[in-house]
């Protein structure tokens, strides 16, 4: 495995440690109903951008012609206002245990649009890895839904964002996965994350200005602080890393980690217990990653059945 690539998995894996992460705190930031995930959209994508134009400082300046402004603009549509926004709306509405099992869904429709998009060969390895992670990510959430947890008040629109948000990421890795090899991770993000404050900051005027932002409480400060962060700066700043080194498919099958962070969250805090079938669950999910990374290109020639590459 070439140096980039192990990189590439590092980053992967540090991101989605912080995404885990970032669905019980944002739960636990709007449950008070003060803070709305309007307004933690506004707190990541404006943190974000003021984050990526402070480190560009420290990074070389690249210069972007308009036509690239214009595709970028477009990235931050998926990518970050999409995925972002959507999903924080989704876990508001529903539970963290109900996103989670939906950002099981990513990695199938990453697979899916390389296949259409970039002609990325579905192989026999590839859709078996994708069942095993998917089947180890779900063993985690199910095995703790006995134990309850935070309800939604619309569970169903809930759901539907947050597959939203996952299909949004999914089109974005693949449409971008070539465009982004153009410019640094700064250049990229300062960018998207500008764009990605643009759109969202007009509908969200009239609140912020109302806003009574002393009644915020110091336990709120904190976990928006991590979500801006950690959740935000730091993991895109990870996943692009991730996305210049590996194949969008493997990139979208790091969600699985997720359901691993969520799990040990819980076990920490005395909500879940550490169990065999845990262990299980946690080896279906890397199993499952490194078949699709053993996943060979389809070579050329009339090799498929229905599409699918043999990939003996």
Same mark, same amino acid.
């Given at each position: 495995?070439?140096?980039?690539?192990?990189?590439?998995?590092?980053?992967?894996?540090? /991101?989605?440690?912080?995404?885990?992460?970032?669905?019980?705190? /944002?739960?636990?930031?709007?449950?008070?109903?003060?803070?709305?995930?309007?307004?933690?959209?506004?707190?990541?994508?404006?943190?974000?951008?003021?984050?990526?134009?402070?480190? @560009?400082?420290?990074?070389?300046?690249?210069?972007?012609?308009?036509?690239?402004?214009?595709?970028? %603009?477009?990235?931050?549509?998926?990518?970050? #206002?999409?995925?972002?926004?959507?999903?924080?709306?989704?876990?508001?509405?529903?539970?963290?245990?109900?996103?989670?099992?939906?950002?099981?869904?990513?990695?199938?429709?990453?697979?899916?649009?390389?296949?259409?998009?970039?002609?990325?060969?579905?192989?026999?390895?590839?859709?078996?890895?994708?069942?095993?992670?998917? @089947?180890?990510?779900?063993?985690?959430?199910?095995?703790? /839904? @006995?134990?309850?947890? %935070?309800?939604?008040?619309?569970?169903?629109?809930?759901?539907?964002?947050?597959?939203?948000?996952?299909?949004?990421?999914?089109?974005?890795?693949?449409?971008?996965?070539?465009?982004?090899?153009?410019?640094?991770?700064?250049?990229?993000?300062?960018?998207?994350?500008?764009? %990605?404050?643009?759109?969202?900051?007009?509908?969200?005027?009239?609140?912020?200005?109302?806003?009574?932002?002393?009644?915020?409480?110091?336990?709120?400060?904190?976990?928006?602080?991590?979500?801006?962060?950690?959740?935000?700066? #730091?993991?895109?700043?990870?996943?692009?890393?991730?996305?210049?080194?590996?194949?969008?498919?493997? #990139?979208?099958?790091?969600?699985?980690?997720?359901?691993?962070?969520? @799990?040990?969250?819980?076990?920490?805090?005395?909500?879940?217990?550490?169990?065999?079938?845990?262990?299980? %669950?946690?080896?279906?999910?890397?199993?499952?990653?490194?078949? #699709?990374?053993?996943?060979?290109?389809?070579?050329?020639?009339?090799?498929?059945?229905?599409?699918?590459?043999?990939?003996?």
């Amino acid at each position: 495995m070439e140096k980039a690539q192990i990189h590439g998995h590092m980053a992967m894996l540090g /991101a989605n440690l912080m995404w885990g992460l970032m669905a019980p705190v /944002a739960k636990m930031v709007m449950a008070g109903a003060l803070v709305s995930p309007l307004l933690l959209g506004d707190f990541r994508m404006l943190g974000g951008a003021l984050l990526f134009w402070i480190a @560009s400082a420290f990074a070389p300046w690249q210069h972007v012609p308009p036509l690239d402004l214009l595709r970028l %603009a477009g990235a931050a549509m998926l990518g970050i #206002v999409f995925n972002q926004g959507c999903y924080l709306f989704g876990v508001g509405y529903s539970t963290p245990s109900d996103a989670t099992v939906i950002t099981t869904t990513m990695p199938m429709w990453v697979m899916l649009l390389a296949a259409i998009i970039l002609k990325e060969p579905i192989t026999w390895k590839k859709a078996l890895g994708i069942v095993l992670g998917a @089947s180890g990510a779900l063993l985690l959430v199910f095995s703790g /839904a @006995s134990r309850g947890g %935070a309800s939604g008040s619309n569970p169903v629109l809930g759901d539907m964002l947050v597959l939203t948000a996952q299909f949004s990421y999914a089109l974005y890795l693949t449409l971008y996965k070539n465009f982004i090899n153009k410019y640094t991770l700064f250049t990229l993000m300062r960018w998207m994350f500008t764009f %990605a404050s643009a759109a969202i900051l007009v509908p969200s005027l009239p609140m912020l200005a109302s806003f009574p932002w002393g009644e915020i409480s110091p336990d709120e400060w904190y976990g928006i602080a991590f979500v801006v962060c950690g959740g935000t700066f #730091v993991a895109y700043i990870l996943v692009m890393v991730g996305q210049k080194a590996l194949r969008p498919t493997l #990139v979208g099958m790091y969600n699985y980690v997720q359901p691993i962070v969520a @799990s040990a969250v819980g076990i920490c805090l005395g909500l879940d217990t550490f169990t065999p079938m845990k262990i299980f %669950a946690v080896a279906l999910v890397f199993g499952g990653v490194w078949m #699709v990374t053993i996943s060979r290109a389809r070579k050329p020639g009339p090799a498929t059945v229905d599409g699918i590459d043999n990939d003996k």
